[in-house]
């Protein structure tokens, strides 16, 4: 079981940028999958999820600015970034657990998710 982030760069502040994250070893839509990022100096926070049936949650620095989709025929998710700005530089992480371990109470806690990826960098300039 793997996940592989992709997608991170350098934007301009006001910019766009959409991660990947690229599952491998198992059937994503069984899955709850979380974003979380963690920014210099910072401790990891989460940033959203998406639960089996499609149900996502959203921190509230980024609800209506990023927005998480699935393709379960390609196994993959994205994270869709605008308005980008300084405060969204960090180290981005994809993060997922079996549907069993689940809940939409703790969906931004990192201890609720068992496989990691190796996470990419977003810089805004």
């Known amino acids: 079981v793997q996940l592989v982030e992709s997608g991170g760069g350098s934007v301009q502040a006001g910019g766009s940028l959409r991660l990947s994250c690229e599952v491998s070893?198992?059937?994503?839509?069984?899955?709850?999958v979380g974003w979380f990022r963690q920014a210099p100096g910072k401790e990891r926070e989460g940033v959203g999820a998406?639960?089996?049936?499609?149900?996502?949650h959203y921190a509230d620095s980024v609800k209506g600015r990023f927005a998480i989709s699935q393709d379960n025929a390609r196994n993959t998710l994205s994270l869709q970034m605008s308005s980008l700005s300084s405060e969204d530089v960090a180290t981005y992480y994809c993060?997922?657990?079996?549907?069993?371990?689940?809940?939409?109470?703790?969906?931004?806690?990192?201890?609720?998710?068992?496989?990691w990826g190796q996470g990419t960098q977003v810089t805004v300039s």
């Open positions: 993060a997922a657990a079996d549907w069993r371990a689940c809940t939409s109470a703790v969906w931004d806690s990192q201890a609720q998710y068992n496989i």
């Open positions: 070893g198992y059937t994503v839509s069984r899955y709850c």
């Open positions: 998406i639960y089996t049936g499609g149900t996502t």
